[in-house]
Structures are given as C-alpha cells and as structure tokens.
C-alpha cells in the first residue's frame, strides 16, 4: 500500500508555484522553470489559444512564439495534485500593419479643416499597437506643392484633419509607419488613399444678354470659383426672369464650362442668375426690343 | 372542476414557469454603462450611444456562452473580424482540450475614448468586473475574480455595432 503511494506520487509528483514573465511580446517564445518533481498537466489559456500539456517539474517549460500571438491576458495554470495558477500579459509587437480611413472621397477645393485622416496601427499578428508610435502623413496633390504632418498614436489610433489645397483634381494621402531608430515599427510601412478635390461654389457668377423681339437668350461666363477651377458640367445653374407676365425660373446644367437658356419677355423686365448659395449679377429689361440697362 | 381540466390548469402553470427560468439566465443582459463624455473627434448621438451599450452587452452575454458551452455558433452575431477570428479559434481549442470557462458578469463601465468623424469606427475601453471558472472537464481548476480592463473597436453595420477588437490590457495601478 505505501509502495502504491510513493509510485503515485513519484508520478504526480509535487508542483510549486510557476512565476510568468510579466509582460511578453507578442510572437516570442520564452520559458519559465517549473519547480518541483514528477509530473503535472500544464495549461494556458490566452485570447485565441488554449494549448494543454503533460510536463515534467523540475525542468524549464518552453512556451513556443505560436502560442502567444494575440495580445492580451494569458492564465498558466499548473495541476498535479492541487492546481495552482499565474497570469502574464502579452503586448503587441512593434507596428507593422495600418489600417487607415480617408473621409471624404470628394471635398471642395480651399475648406478649412475639410479632410479626416485616421490610422490605426496594429503589429504583425494585428494586435493593436497600444505604445505611441509616430505615423507619418504625406500630402500630394496632383498640381502644387505636397506637405507632410507626423502624428503620435494615442492607444493605438491616430488622426488629424487637413484643409483642402486650392487646386481640383486627385489628391494621395499617404499614412506611413518609419521603422528607424526610436519609432515603434517594425519597418517601413505604407498605405496611401485617394480623394478628388472639386470645384467649390461659383465665384464672380455673370451673364450675358442677348435680346431678339420677345426672346432673351442668357448666357453665362465660364463658371468657375474663386480659385479658378471651372465648374463641372452638369451643375445647375438657376435663371430667374420677372416681368409683367409674373415669376419664372429656368434651372439650366453647365454645358461646357457655360450654362446657356432663353425666355420670352413682356414688357419691362428683371432677370437674375444663381449657382447653388452664390448670386450673380441682375439684368434689367426696358421692354424696347434690344435694350437693357 | 373536473380533475382533468384541474391537471390541465396545474401542467400550464408548471409549463409557464420552467419557461420563465429557462429563459430567464439566458435572456438576461450584463449590466453596460456607457460613459462618452468628452469624446472626439466625433460627438456620440444618443441612439448610437444606446445601441452601442446594449449590442456589448449582447455580445458579452453570447462570449460567456460560448466559452462556457466550448460552441463557436454561441457568439451569434455580435463579433466580427479580429474578434471572432481569436474566439473561434479559442473556443476550438477549448472543445480538443475539454476546457471551459464560466463567467460570472458583473458589469461593464465602458468609456468612449475614440470616435471616428465618419462614424466608420468607435474605440472603447471597458472595466469589467467578472469572476471566471475555469474548468477541466468538471474539475474547477483555476477562478479569478480581479478587475478586467479591455480595449475594444467597434463598427458599425447595418442594424448594429459590431466588436470588431477586444484585447484585455493590464488595469493600471491606482
């Protein structure tokens, strides 16, 4: 009977307490000595793993990089007779991927504060990066000159807000991870997102006025902003007449860079032209064939 | 009253209750709070702030099923990407080795720390208090009971906000 015993024993053996690391990088193997003799039954639980295992006491137990990839908390927990446990957090490797977001995908020329860029910086098993690391944000325009900004991360996001350049067409924004000394990246890192600058609201908005009898045909100058960008064709532009046959309104597309159309007057009259919030100059009929004032 | 109908009356009273506590555990939320004062460099709207608060819950209530069941299918629909990916994987490694783990929930106080401008993403941190029982088979082999802090993404869908990340950091010391 106490043979029994001392052959039970000698196989569960007798484990003292286990002691973890207390942090651990995401992705690197390590280990830690396993007090006492015999056997036991090893386990750790993590955010995306549970690995269970006979080990020997009195010897190192390796734990393999595969088995804590994902950040987060982990639980070693030792049995034999008796269980007994420890905890150890692992945090994420250096940056190595991003994940960023350019808002919106089509913004007026000249806006202040009109252009959101947000990046969020994860490792290489994308856990989030939650030690600052500096994502750098590099602006080209397709005409004129780019700039950059360097950003911190703060828990892992970063962002900032940029004002649109005064210049339409295609604008890159390229958010970037530098793996030199001192940034918490793994290496060079890119990723780059485009947005189209449009023409903002109608600047100087005029028209001319040809009379013929009864019929006024209104056209317009080459509709542009105030930073010269010519307006897209297909933008509407509103014409208002009012003479002694009441109030009329022609909503006309820019064709061409110009929006054109007719009306048939009566008598005096006053006509008026508007592109979106902007108004453009007023005309006034006297109601003789050909005049204007 | 017949007897019959007396029996009858007794089986729908009996019926009404086991239904009652069966449904009960299961259809009963942990307790969210969610605190977004100060967020940036969005402003949170009070819809958004009410279903943020009951789809974590949700998803809480369904991640304590899962683990304690070891059966991905438990973590419904509330988890996506990075999340689900680890506790799928997780709960399959639970099922090979016969672990399972019981929450005991005792509540979220989640703050609001990050709101995208275009509403595309919301980062949360999370102090949780829960009790967990982890188990070999039937054998409890390990309960912790100390305060949990977690940093979380969400997303928005179509009739939902998602968990997109949910990592469990160290509480800072106080």
């Known amino acids: 009977m106490s043979l029994l ?45 549970v690995v269970k295992r006979s080990v020997n006491l009195g010897s190192d137990l390796q734990i393999e990089a595969r088995d804590v990839r994902a950040a987060g908390h982990y639980q070693m927990i030792l049995c034999d007779a008796s269980c007994t446990s420890t905890n150890f957090e692992v945090k994420a490797a250096s940056g190595a991927h991003l994940s960023f977001f350019l808002h919106p995908s089509r913004v007026p020329v000249s806006t202040p504060n009109s252009i959101d860029a947000t990046a969020f910086v994860f490792d290489r098993f994308f856990n989030l990066v939650l030690t600052p690391t500096v994502v750098d944000f590099q602006i080209t325009p397709a005409t004129g000159t780019g700039f950059s900004r360097q950003n911190s991360t703060r828990d892992g996001v970063t962002w900032l807000r940029l004002d649109s350049t005064p210049h339409e067409g295609r604008v890159q924004v390229t958010a970037g991870l530098n793996g030199g000394a001192g940034n918490n990246a793994a290496g ?19 028209m001319k006025v040809e009379q013929s009898g009864n019929t006024v045909t209104l056209e317009t100058d080459p509709v542009r902003d105030c930073s010269g960008n010519a307006l897209p064709d297909g933008t509407i532009v509103s014409f208002t007449k009012v003479d002694q046959a009441g109030r009329s309104t022609v909503d006309t597309p820019i064709k061409k860079g110009v929006a054109r ?21 007023e005309v006034a009929l006297n109601g003789r064939s050909g005049g204007k004032s | 009253m017949s007897a019959a109908r007396f029996v009858t009356l007794g089986l729908i009273i009996l019926a009404a209750c086991s239904f009652s506590l069966a449904q009960s555990p299961s259809s009963s939320l942990p307790q969210v709070h969610l605190d977004a004062d100060g967020l940036g460099p969005r402003a949170i709207e009070e819809l958004t702030g009410t279903t943020i608060a009951k789809n974590y819950a949700k998803a809480w209530h369904n991640l304590a099923l899962a683990l ?11 988890f996506t990407g990075f999340a689900k990916d680890r506790l799928v994987k997780r709960i399959g490694d639970q099922q090979q ?15 609001a720390i990050f709101y995208a401008t275009d ?14 029982q982890t188990f070999d088979g039937e054998k409890l082999i390990d309960t912790q009971s100390a305060p949990r802090q977690y940093m979380v993404l969400m997303t928005p869908g179509a009739d939902r906000w998602y968990v997109r990340d949910l990592e469990e950091v160290s509480v800072p010391s106080k």
């Open chain 1, 261 to 281: 159309t007719q009306f048939s007057v009566t008598g005096s009259a006053r006509i008026s032209i508007a592109c979106g919030v902007v108004l453009g100059n």
């Open chain 1, 5 to 49: 015993a001392v052959c039970a024993f000698s196989t569960w053996g007798f484990a003292g307490e286990i002691h973890a690391p207390a942090n651990v990088q995401a992705g690197h193997a390590f280990s830690i000595p396993l007090e006492g003799s015999g056997q036991a039954t090893f386990y750790l639980i993590g955010p995306d793993h």
């Open chain 1, 188 to 206: 060079n890192v890119e990723e780059a997102r485009v947005i189209q600058q449009v023409a903002a609201e109608a600047c100087a908005l005029r």
């Open chain 2, 68 to 78: 304690d069941s070891s059966r991905s299918g438990e973590l419904g629909e509330e």
């Open chain 2, 119 to 132: 509403g595309t993403v919301m980062q949360l941190v999370d102090e949780a208090q829960l009790e967990m």
């Open chain 2, 97 to 111: 080795t016969g672990i399972h783990v019981h929450i005991v929930d005792h509540g979220h106080r989640l703050k």
